[in-house]
């Protein structure tokens, strides 16, 4: 692919699907040189390797337009730069990053899906489809508080390393249940419960009821 073929691409950047489309007429007639044509296509915009390795995957799937494209291939780029500066790995940094940018999900949910990642490839697990589904059900249960959830999944998934995590997990949900109770609102309660008549009472008269015998006030 020459530099003039590029800079029609680059200039042509808008709604359309014309950069997905080359794409597949290049693979039509040879599928490794459609491969190298988009890598060079990638490079050319002289962004980083976050930016190519979105770019790249994001052709292949075919789902965003031009401008779409090279708006999230940006964001996917800054998004794991952040996340890394921040002391953050780089499979965190792509896992958070990459679910980030379907506008779909809250940040704490994309966050522990990414750390459910991370903590898996550290212990030598295959980062794939599978413990994507597995972070993912992870975070669904956590973001809902539904810690009976967890317990399910450790019913299911027998690895150590997924039981350690949901362990962990587990702890954490129920600190976080416990704190949101307000302690200082436990000495104003009655020692016994009013009754269904004395709770009417309550409503209709709050201020209390005027019996006759009470003395004025000076």
Known sequence: MDSKMIDELLEKADNRYSIAERYKRWKITDKKLANDN?????????????????????????????MELLEDATNYSEICKSEIAS????????????????????????????????FAVKQGVKDDIALFSVASACAEAYVNERI????????????????????????????????????????????????????????MFPDGIDDGFSLPED
């Open 38 to 66: 988009l890598e060079r296509l990638a490079k050319s915009y002289e962004n980083d390797e976050f930016f190519e390795e979105y770019f790249i995957e994001s052709v292949k799937e075919n789902y965003l337009s031009d």
């Open 87 to 118: 002391g953050k790995s780089f499979c965190y940094a792509k896992h958070y990053a990459e679910i980030k940018l379907c506008h779909e999900f809250e940040d704490e949910y994309c966050r522990l899906l990414a750390e459910v990642c991370d």
């Open 148 to 203: 009976s959830d967890l317990s399910h999944l450790k019913e299911i998934y027998k690895a150590d390393w997924l039981q350690e995590y949901l362990s962990k997990l587990q702890d954490k949900m129920m600190r976080e249940q416990e704190t949101e109770v307000d302690p200082s609102t436990f000495g104003a309660l009655s020692t016994r419960l009013k009754t269904h008549e004395e709770e009417i009472w309550d409503m």
